[in-house]
C-alpha cells in the first residue's frame, strides 16, 4: 500500500473524476486509497478501454471485501471457543447459529460458508491471501477449495502452491482441469484408489423433476467409455438435423440417447475420443496423468488402457514428449487431414481465451484471413469453436502467434489477452 494521507486519496481521486482513470489503476492493490480513488470515477465519462481496467479495480476491491467477510466470519468460530471453553467442532456448531442470525441465513447455508471460510483461513492461507489480494476472486477461491476438499493437508497445500500463481489467468474450467491433473501427479496411488473406489459405486440414477419430466444419468462412469458415448450421441444427433426437422440439438440428442437405451435406434455411427499423453505415461515410466479432450485429465491406467484396447471406437491420440507432440495416431478407417491433425496435436482446445472445445470439435480459422491474401498452411490456421469463430469475425477481435506458440488476442477495446498453446 502506498504511504499516501487522507488529503492526498481525495485529492487523486477528485482528480481521477475530473480527468478519468488515474495512471496505474491496474496495478493498484485493494484497500482504503483504491477505494477512494473509484469511488470519484465516473464511467460515463470513460472509454470504452478504460471502463474495462476499472472493472478489473473494482473486481479486486470486490474480492478484497469479501475475503474480509469470510475472515469475520471464521473469526466468530475464535469467541465461541474463549467464551464456552470448547473444541473447535462445538466452537463452529455455535458460530454457524450466530452466522443463520446475523445474516439471515439458512442452517445449510450457514454450514456451508463457515466451513469455506474456516477452509480459506486455517486449512489454505495461501487461497485465503490471493483472495484478500484481489489476485483470485471468489469464483476462483470457491473452486480451489472445493476441487482439493477430498484431499488431506499437505497434500492439498502442495497443490495450490502449484496453482496459486497462474490461478488468476485461468476460467473455472480451465482451474477445474488443472487441480484435477496436478491431484494426480503429487500423489498419483492415492488417485488410482480415489478412482476405483468410485468406479466400483458406478450407477445409473433416475429422479423425478418438480415439472413431471425424469431425470435419468450415469454416475461415477469411467471417463473414457463416457466420453465415447457421447460423442456418439453428438454425432447420431448431428445426422438426423435435415430439412423438415424442428427438434433443437438438445432435443436431438436427448432422444438419440432414449433410443439407443431403448433399443430402438438404426444409426451406428461410432464415437471418437480424442487422448493426449506422455511418451514416458505410455510406456509406463511416468505416472503423469493423460489428457481426454473435452473431459480433462485421467490417470496414467486409462491413458495406457485406451491405447491398448482402442478396437471398437474411434480413437484418436497424440503422444507427447515434454509437452510437445512426437506422434499422433488414429483408428478411424478414414483419417482426417495430415493438416488439421498436426494442428490438433498442437493446440487441443479451441484457442479462445478460456474455451475448452475439443480442437477435433472446431473450425480451422485462417489468422491472417484467405480474403486478404492468407495462404492455407498449418502456420496460419488455429482451431476456433463455432461460436468464438463467428464472433471473433463479427466483433472484430483480432489475434498472433507468439514465438513460444501462444496467442495473443486483442480485443475491440484494445486490451490483450493471452492463450497458451497448452492450456488445459
Known amino acids: 500500500m502506498l504511504d499516501i494521507g487522507v488529503d492526498e486519496m481525495i485529492g487523486v481521486a477528485t482528480a481521477a473524476q475530473m480527468s478519468g482513470i488515474p495512471a496505474g489503476l491496474d496495478e493498484m492493490e485493494p484497500g482504503p486509497f ?36 469470510f475472515e469475520a466470519m471464521a473469526s466468530i468460530v475464535d ?30 447455508a450457514a454450514d456451508t460458508e463457515l466451513a469455506f471460510a474456516l477452509d480459506l483461513r486455517d486449512r489454505l492461507p495461501k487461497v485465503f491471501a490471493a483472495f484478500a489480494t484481489g489476485m483470485i476472486d471468489q469464483r476462483r477461491a470457491r473452486t480451489i477449495v472445493w476441487q482439493i476438499a477430498h484431499l488431506d493437508d499437505g497434500t492439498a497445500r502442495a497443490v495450490v502452491d502449484r496453482i496459486i500463481d497462474q490461478a488468476s489467468e485461468l476460467t473455472t474450467g480451465q482451474l477445474i482441469a488443472r487441480i484435477r491433473k496436478l491431484a494426480i ?22 429422479e423425478p423433476s418438480d415439472d413431471g419430466t425424469v431425470n435419468l444419468y450415469g454416475m461415477d462412469l469411467p471417463p473414457d467409455r463416457a466420453l465415447a458415448a457421447r460423442r456418439h450421441i453428438d454425432r447420431i444427433a448431428q445426422s438426423l438435423r ?41 510406456i509406463g ?26 478396437t471398437d471406437g474411434q480413437w484418436r491420440f497424440t503422444v507427447t514428449h515434454q509437452g510437445y507432440p512426437v506422434a499422433t495416431g488414429t483408428t478411424r ?55 468464438d469463430h ?23 477495446l484494445g486490451h490483450t489477452y493471452i492463450t497458451g498453446n497448452r492450456d488445459p
Open 34 to 69: 483504491l477505494a477512494i480513488v473509484l469511488s470519484g470515477i465516473d464511467l460515463a465519462a470513460l472509454s470504452g478501454t478504460d471502463r474495462v481496467t476499472v472493472l478489473r479495480a473494482r473486481q479486486r476491491m470486490a474480492s478484497h471485501y469479501a475475503a474480509e467477510t
Open 79 to 108: 469467541s465461541y471457543q474463549d467464551e464456552e471453553q470448547s473444541g473447535l467442532a462445538d466452537a463452529a456448531e455455535g458460530a454457524a447459529y450466530e452466522l443463520r442470525a446475523a445474516l439471515h441465513l439458512t442452517r445449510r
Open 185 to 206: 501427479g503429487v500423489d498419483p496411488e492415492a488417485a488410482t484408489r480415489r478412482y476405483e473406489q468410485a468406479l466400483a459405486e458406478r450407477r445409473v440414477v433416475i
Open 242 to 282: 435435415r430439412d423438415g426437422e424442428t427438434r433443437a440439438m438438445d432435443q436431438l440428442r436427448a432422444d438419440t440417447y432414449l433410443d439407443l437405451l431403448c433399443g430402438t435406434s438404426s444409426n451406428s455411427t461410432a464415437g471418437t475420443v480424442d487422448l493426449r499423453v506422455g511418451l514416458e505415461t505410455l
Open 285 to 310: 515410466l511416468s505416472n503423469t496423468p493423460g489428457e481426454l479432450a473435452g473431459y480433462g485429465p485421467v490417470i496414467d491406467d486409462i491413458t495406457r488402457r485406451v491405447i491398448a484396447d482402442n
Open 333 to 387: 478407417r478414414r483419417p482426417t487431414t495430415n493438416q488439421r491433425r498436426l494442428i490438433e496435436s498442437t493446440r487441443a482446445t479451441c484457442s479462445f481465451p478460456g474455451c475448452r472445445t475439443p480442437a477435433d470439435e472446431c473450425d480451422l480459422d485462417h489468422t491472417t484471413e484467405w480474403a486478404q491474401g492468407g495462404p492455407t498452411k498449418v502456420e496460419n490456421l488455429t482451431p476456433l469453436c463455432r461460436h
Open 390 to 412: 463467428t464472433g471473433r469475425h463479427q466483433h472484430g477481435w483480432t489475434y498472433r502467434t507468439l514465438p513460444n506458440g501462444d496467442i495473443e488476442w486483442s480485443s475491440p
